[in-house]
Nanobody, 118 residues
Framework: QVQLVESGGGLVQPGGSLRLSCAAS????????MGWYRQAPGKQRLLVAA???????NYEASVKGRFTISRDNAKNTVYLQMNSLKPEDTAAYFC????????????WGQGTQVTVSS
């Protein structure tokens, strides 16, 4: 059974930081590209950051320089370090796993809420 379990969300003030974690089980983690989408109320789910199985990364323009994605293949875990958070970062954040040769996401996590507010 495949599971992607996110943690680390919460309420933070503008300018603060959070680190999201996504622990994967039931998959051969090293062959999957991993990443995070986010979805704000009434809006589409958008890609925030992704990391390939080889370690290459890409970011949505609004988070470049503030967010850092990383992975630990020994722990089957992907991380999203979020710094200098802004109210517009408020959303549900979803971890995903996509086989490196797939055209679409294979697995999703259940989501973790991030709220940036004073």
């Amino acid at each position: 059974q495949v599971q992607l379990v996110e943690s680390g969300g919460g309420l933070v003030q503008p300018g603060g930081s959070l680190r999201l974690s996504c622990a994967a089980s039931g998959i051969t983690f090293s062959i999957y590209n991993m990443g995070w989408y986010r979805q704000a109320p009434g809006k589409q789910r958008l890609l925030v950051a992704a990391i390939t199985n080889g370690g290459s990364t890409n970011y949505e323009a609004s988070v470049k320089g503030r967010f850092t994605i990383s992975r630990d293949n020994a722990k089957n875990t992907v991380y999203l370090q979020m710094n200098s958070l802004k109210p517009e970062d408020t959303a549900a954040y979803f971890c995903f796993a996509k086989k490196w040769y797939s055209d679409s996401v294979n697995y999703w996590g259940q989501g973790t809420q991030v709220t940036v507010s004073s």
